[in-house]
């Protein structure tokens, strides 16, 4: 199961975290080749505004092509299975960097936008289809935990872009196209994995009724001593799904059995996009600056938050089986709003003491641990949960569209909040934080060590009613 979890990880969510690091290191070296590639094509030098425009579309296009991977990564996981799925998405990761690679050798800065796009589809993909696999392979008292495995490689991804980014290793100038087309090894080390461990049992029995590879599939993951549970319970699960077939997003909206369970992943995916991280990340150089850190030493500095993240999806993964999601989705919000809190103080008064810039740098690596332990994680295991077979693919790619509509219009308004607000677009976070929290806190019950059945009766009240 542990080896299982790897092989998913290093081509799937892994992949989205290092190629959301990578694009910060090689930005002046990127504008120059844009300068030199625009003079010597079209003999005159490029306008700065467009040179702003050019590089925005290849930082943003990611995002575009993480929605297209979000919106058809649930229909792969339906035709080609989960496995199936993950191996088909390194074709694209491998096209990806062909192009970002030659784009410097040929002078084609048309190649580097297509595959920053492609490589979005390839992390879009991943997003919605590792965790799904993670979910159904996984029984039920490990589940939490084999979950936060996307996490973990998500973060795990950040902070390996952000060592390999470093300049003297391929951060430098020389180096760059092979910084971006570095994203292939994962995605060769996917393909000599993942083939040696089995399809998804859920996926073989309740979706292609293949009760045979079914139990072979388990008792490679379970053993053949304890497998028996695990084949029961998605005995049970195949039964009330009666040969259902697995519904299409917009079937999802107009079904009343499921709808506070999509209303929860709606306002837990928006709420993680919307909780002020991106904020974090904008303001950290600048309080870094503050507290006396020299430029050349931000980018070492900066590998504290990424280790951060990293630290905390594992304690988030170790706790989330003895805690539960609950405690620690709420309690991660909540310390959020805290140091949205303690932020917009220490920002205010930065020039009054000369300590105040530490606590604001203090703050920065506790909303890091904060978001890391609850929100970070949690929700995509919550996605995975809330659920059953027919429904999942489909609650994937709305949870997948909405966090990449989410992370680009934050990418594109986030610059005026801060222009706006200053220090004080942080009370905005404050208050979406504090509102998430009690969402949960009033609708979300908790699911450790529950079958996806028995979560589906938490929930049947609350969208039935009486009637229930």
């Known amino acids: 199961l542990f080896l299982a979890v790897c092989a998913v990880g290093i081509g799937g969510t892994f992949q989205y975290g290092y190629n959301v690091s990578i694009i910060n290191a090689p930005t002046q070296h990127i504008h120059r080749f844009l300068n030199e590639t625009w003079t010597t094509r079209y003999h005159k030098e490029l306008n700065p505004d467009l040179l702003t425009f050019l590089w925005s579309v290849i930082a943003s296009i990611f995002s575009l092509g993480g929605l297209c991977g979000a919106l058809i990564g649930g229909s792969m996981a339906i035709r080609l299975g989960r496995k199936g799925a993950l191996l088909m998405n390194n074709v694209i990761a491998i096209l990806a960097s062909i192009l970002m690679g030659i784009s410097f050798p040929t002078g084609l800065f048309e190649l580097l936008i297509v595959g920053r796009f492609l490589i979005g589809v390839n992390s879009g993909v991943g997003l919605c289809v590792q965790p799904l696999y993670i979910g ?55 393909l000599l994995f993942l083939p040696w461990f089995p399809e998804s049992p859920r996926y073989l029995l309740i979706d292609r009724g293949d009760e045979l ?28 799904v009666d040969g259902e077939k697995p519904k299409k997003p917009w079937q999802l909206f107009t079904d009343r059995g499921v709808r506070w369970q999509l209303i929860t992943v709606i306002v837990m995916t928006m709420g993680q996009q ?11 150089t600048y309080i870094f600056k503050q507290a006396g850190i020299s430029a050349e030493k931000i980018p070492y500095v900066t590998l504290g938050t990424g280790a951060c993240e990293c630290l905390t999806a594992l304690t988030c993964g170790l706790l989330i089986d003895y805690v539960g999601r609950r405690y620690l989705i709420i309690g991660g919000y909540l310390l959020m709003s805290l140091w949205s809190t303690v932020l917009t103080f220490s920002l205010t008064y930065q020039d009054l003491y000369a300590w105040v810039p530490y606590i ?10 904060s978001f890391g332990l609850g929100p970070g994680g949690i929700t995509n295991t919550l996605t995975a949960e809330l659920f059953i077979q027919s429904s999942r693919p489909a609650a994937y790619m709305i949870a997948g569209t909405i966090s990449w509509i989410s992370f680009f219009t934050i990418g594109m308004l986030f610059p005026f909040i801060v222009n706006g607000l200053k220090q004080y677009c942080f009370l905005v976070f404050l208050l979406e934080c504090s509102l998430v929290a009690a969402f949960i806190f009033l609708v979300i019950p908790e699911t450790k060590n529950k079958s996806f059945l028995e979560i589906k009766k938490e929930f049947h009240k609350l969208n039935f009613g009486r009637n229930a």
């Open 274 to 284: 919307l909780s002020g991280i991106n904020a974090i990340y904008f303001y950290a």
């Open 213 to 240: 590879s079914c139990a072979k599939a388990l008792k490679r993951f379970h053993g053949s001593s304890d497998y028996r549970r695990e084949m029961e319970d998605i005995q049970r699960e195949c039964f009330a």
């Open 136 to 190: 159904e392979v996984a029984p039920k008292h490990l589940r939490g935990g084999m979950a936060m495995g996307s996490s973990i490689f998500l973060t795990g991804g950040i902070l390996t872009g952000q060592i390999i980014g470093l300049r003297e290793l391929l951060g430098g100038e020389t180096y760059w196209p092979l910084l971006l087309s570095s994203s292939c090894f994962p995605a060769f080390a996917q």
């Open 360 to 369: 604001s740098m203090a703050s920065i690596f506790a909303f890091i641990l």
